[in-house]
């Protein structure tokens, strides 16, 4: 095998190897900021929502009476992905839980396996005045985080695979170069 192709031969295995670990880092970081994202929409949910129903829940509790609060979680769950809603009172008694049915997006099974998004569920208290009356727990739906990043990674695949072969086209025409002119007889 000639110097010149082992030095393509190197030279494209190095910035092989490096586009990977850019692209394997990348991914992680935003698997991270996704996770980061979905606990803080679940908790901002589960609080909205217990502050929202911190005036019908005394109603609810006394009077058997469900519709409003049926109507306050119908209305929630439009608002993000969330995959379940329940109201456990103080006796650990469900007085309402929503399950909403889960999105199937076009992302393949082998990435949800491979980036493995937890569970994100959380918790608010609800409450009149000084008088705790139960917990909200709120339980989000994986599918559109999962989808997220599956973009990202396309876009991401994208750019990194065009920049590694700039780069890989770049150094075969700089080590051509220098092997002819290396090759000159000097005068």
């Known amino acids: 095998m000639s110097l010149y192709r082992q030095l393509i031969g190197v030279v494209t295995v190095v910035i092989s190897a490096l586009t990977g670990l850019w692209l394997a880092t990348s991914i992680h970081a935003a698997r991270l900021m ?7 929409l679940a908790q901002n949910g589960a609080t909205s929502l217990a502050i929202s129903m911190a005036d019908i829940v005394p109603d609810i ?18 608002l993000g992905p969330y995959s379940k809603l329940y109201f456990v009172d103080l006796d650990d008694n469900r007085l309402i839980e929503r399950s909403f049915s889960t999105q199937l997006g076009n992302v393949p099974k082998s990435f949800q396996r491979l980036i ?5 569920e959380a ?6 005045g000084w ?15 999962y989808q997220q990043l599956w973009q990202i990674l396309l876009q991401k695949l994208i750019w990194s695979l065009a920049i590694a072969l700039c780069g890989i086209t770049s150094a075969i025409i700089l080590i051509r170069s220098l092997l002819q002119a290396a090759q000159w007889p000097a005068t």
């Open 34 to 40: 996704v996770i980061d994202n979905m606990q803080l």
């Open 123 to 128: 918790r608010a208290s609800v409450s009149a």
């Open 61 to 78: 509790v006394t009077h058997q009476e469900q519709g409003r609060l049926s109507v306050l979680f119908d209305a929630v769950a439009h």
């Open 116 to 120: 493995d998004l937890p569970n994100v």
């Open 131 to 145: 008088t705790k009356l139960g917990n909200i727990t709120v339980t989000l739906d994986p599918q559109p985080a």
